[in-house]
């Protein structure tokens, strides 16, 4: 947190900061009724959107913009700068830090703004901004074509200055020989000096440490007086309604230590859920040790060192919440999350992750978290609250599933080895069993789990819909509903429409569209009201969508008919049944 001693020293145009004195609290936030854009540009929302663009900065108000800016005292959002800041990241996208700092009784508001991510401008009014002496301009093309084409620095083989070798934890750099030794079936490696295993590790260039080798072997008072940053606070509360943490543990030591210290610290408070398969009953645990580790293992080797926030792990009873600095990697979307292969934002710290066999290959780690959880029966992993500023993953830690657990446990064990779900197949199943549309749906994965017959087709034309097997409403409590899944005929249309008629007395066919949700197209309804009206069983009345359908009276009065003659038919039946037992009644006994 920036000082007023320290603000008053700054230039505007120098040190990235903006001076306001808004003594009233009138700084415009968006700009208000004002017609000029160059005007309402002259706000809050405009001044953040610049300075972030420029690679962050603060805006201040409360002091006079004149050097050395003078103390004021401001009113701007007095009582509701969590308000000012939930507004900023809602309307343009970005996360300020807003405090407040007091000479004697002045009040100075101060909205700290982040960096851009790499390749990434922001605009207010649909307009990209920038600062150019006392106004905001748009943004020149020259500049946002430079910023649109950067590339993002891989931070951790830049060179640590001044870092040596005596600096590095020994316990860290055995743990490092052991693992690569261990993945590589090099037992030599383990005997090599360290100086040359941090050389071929490409940890050690030209003499000089990177800071991969800083984040993954150095001390922890290194890494504190360094790279503060990258540390990992773990809080713990009772409630996930609870604001206040109940316990906070401070991980500063190097990767290759605070990864296995971490897992054991969660673990402590870790359970799990019996499941029982017949006979058989085993374990889900609350949280799956694989999915913790490579959500752990993501944030280290992708947050944005740059960023003095720190990795925050929230845990909680039944749900476990990693946050880190920096967002997804560049070209990384929620929609393509498993889809496409990551580019580590460190590349050098997850080369060294993937050779000493704490990840697979690089970009894998998303995939096993989203295949262990949907494959326990968990609610999919929940990226939605993550941005430009940071990754957010919430983790449940509820089996909302019993039976898609035990399904995909069966098809697993049945499957050869090079024929086993893949993670998109199972995330496929999962979308199938939560109702999602076809349109949705990856077209290449239906085609393969329909091949493998884990899923069965059902409907016609638009109507077309996917259900899983009848395997996995076997391990349910609900088998018929499987059987009330089937394709709906001519029958079951008829009889449900009359049946809803004799209730209603009349509908509309948004009335029979609804009746046959999810199992006809808007267009198979119609189809079928229409044919029932064209045979008189139906009478339309009115045109368009104001028709509206009743039973005609032609049914009604066949139906009538019917009915009477089932009635006569019953009682000439009774009549006799009723002779026939008369009969039996006066018929002698005989003795034998």
């Known amino acids: 947190m920036i000082t007023i001693e320290i603000?008053?020293?700054?230039?505007?145009?120098?040190?990235?900061?903006?001076?306001?004195k808004g003594e009233g609290g009138n700084i415009s936030y968006d700009g208000g009724s004002k017609l000029k854009p160059s005007d309402r540009r002259r706000c809050i929302l405009g001044y953040v959107t610049a300075l972030c663009n420029e690679g962050g900065g603060y805006l201040v108000i409360g002091m006079t913009d004149n050097y050395p800016h003078e103390v004021v005292g401001t009113q701007q959002n007095l009582n509701s700068i969590g308000e000012l800041e939930s507004k900023i990241y809602t309307d343009i996208g970005i996360r300020p830090s807003i405090y407040e700092l007091y000479e004697d009784s002045k009040r100075?508001?101060?909205?700290?703004?982040?960096?851009?991510?790499?390749?990434?401008?922001?605009?207010?009014?649909?307009?990209?901004?920038?600062?150019?002496?006392?106004?905001?301009k748009p943004m020149s093309d020259e500049f946002y074509l430079k910023i649109i084409q950067e590339q993002e620095p891989d931070f951790s083989q830049q060179l640590c200055e001044d870092?040596?070798?005596?600096?590095?934890?020994?316990?860290?750099?055995?743990?490092?020989?052991?693992?690569?030794?261990?993945?590589?079936?090099?037992?030599?490696?383990?005997?090599?000096?360290?100086?040359?295993?941090?050389?071929?590790?490409?940890?050690?260039k030209k003499g000089k440490l990177t800071n991969a080798a800083l984040i993954l072997l150095a001390k922890k008072e290194t890494l504190q007086e360094r790279l503060p940053q990258a540390k990992v606070m773990l809080e713990y509360r009772n409630s996930e309604s609870q604001i206040p943490f109940d316990n906070r543990i401070e991980f500063i030591e190097p990767f290759f230590i605070l990864i296995d210290e971490l897992w054991k610290t969660i673990n402590l408070r870790n359970g799990s859920f019996p499941i029982q398969d017949g006979a058989y009953i085993f374990n889900?645990?609350?949280?799956?040790?694989?999915?913790?580790?490579?959500?752990?293992?993501?944030?280290?080797?992708?947050?944005?060192?740059?960023?003095?926030?720190?990795?925050v792990i929230k845990q909680f009873p039944q749900r476990l919440d990693v946050i880190n600095a920096g967002g997804f990697p560049a070209?990384?979307?929620?929609?393509?999350?498993?889809?496409?292969?990551?580019?580590?934002?460190?590349?050098?710290?997850?080369?060294?992750l993937q050779k000493t066999g704490i990840v697979e290959r690089s970009g894998q780690g998303v995939d096993k978290i989203y295949y262990n959880t949907l494959s326990e029966g968990k609610a999919e992993p929940d990226y939605s609250k993550s941005d430009n500023f940071q990754v957010n993953l919430k983790l449940s830690a509820i089996i909302e599933d019993r039976a898609f657990a035990l399904f995909i446990d069966s098809i697993q064990k049945e499957l050869p080895e090079n024929e086993k779900l893949s993670?998109?197949?199972?995330?496929?199943?999962?979308?199938?069993?939560?109702?999602?549309?076809?349109?949705?749906?990856?077209?290449?994965?239906?085609?393969?789990?329909l091949h493998?017959?884990?899923?069965?087709?059902?409907?016609?034309?638009?109507?077309?819909?996917?259900?899983?097997?009848?395997?996995?409403?076997?391990?349910?409590?609900?088998?018929?509903?499987?059987?009330?899944?089937?394709?709906?005929?001519?029958?079951?249309?008829?009889?449900?429409?009359?049946?809803?008629?004799?209730?209603?007395?009349?509908?509309?066919?948004?009335?029979?569209?609804?009746?046959?949700?999810?199992?006809?197209?808007?267009?198979?309804?119609?189809?079928?009201?229409?044919?029932?009206?064209?045979?008189?069983?139906?009478?339309?009345?009115?045109?368009?969508?104001?028709?509206?359908?009743k039973l005609s009276q032609d049914y009604i009065k066949e139906i009538e008919v019917i009915s009477e003659a089932l009635n006569i038919g019953m009682k000439e039946i009774n009549k006799k049944r009723n002779k026939s037992i008369e009969m039996t009644k006066k018929r002698p006994n005989k003795n034998f």
């Open 452 to 549: 493998k017959k884990l899923i069965e087709k059902r409907g016609k034309t638009n109507a077309v819909f996917y259900i899983l097997s009848k395997d996995y409403y076997d391990f349910t409590d609900e088998k018929a509903k499987y059987y009330n899944l089937k394709e709906i005929d001519d029958n079951q249309v008829f009889s449900a429409i009359v049946q809803f008629l004799s209730k209603e007395e009349n509908a509309k066919m948004k009335d029979f569209v609804g009746l046959f949700e999810d199992k006809l197209s808007r267009r198979q309804v119609r189809f079928r009201v229409d044919k029932l009206v064209s045979n008189k069983t139906l009478e339309q009345e009115g045109e368009g969508s104001g028709s509206t359908y």
């Open 163 to 204: 870092l040596v070798i005596s600096d590095l934890d020994e316990r860290a750099i055995l743990l490092l020989k052991e693992k690569y030794s261990i993945k590589q079936n090099n037992p030599q490696f383990k005997l090599l000096p360290n100086e040359q295993i941090l050389s071929d590790l490409d940890l050690l």
């Open 7 to 20: 603000l008053k020293k700054l230039k505007e145009s120098e040190d990235k900061v903006e001076f306001k």
């Open 284 to 311: 889900i645990p609350y949280f799956n040790e694989e999915v913790i580790r490579e959500s752990i293992n993501n944030a280290i080797s992708h947050r944005d060192y740059r960023r003095t926030s720190e990795i």
């Open 331 to 352: 070209g990384v979307t929620l929609e393509n999350l498993i889809k496409i292969p990551s580019t580590p934002r460190n590349r050098l710290l997850a080369d060294i």
């Open 423 to 449: 993670v998109l197949e199972i995330v496929t199943l999962n979308k199938i069993k939560n109702g999602v549309q076809k349109n949705d749906l990856d077209s290449e994965q239906i085609n393969q789990l």
């Open 108 to 136: 100075v508001l101060v909205i700290d703004v982040p960096c851009r991510p790499a390749g990434k401008v922001f605009k207010f009014e649909d307009v990209a901004l920038m600062r150019v002496g006392e106004e905001l």
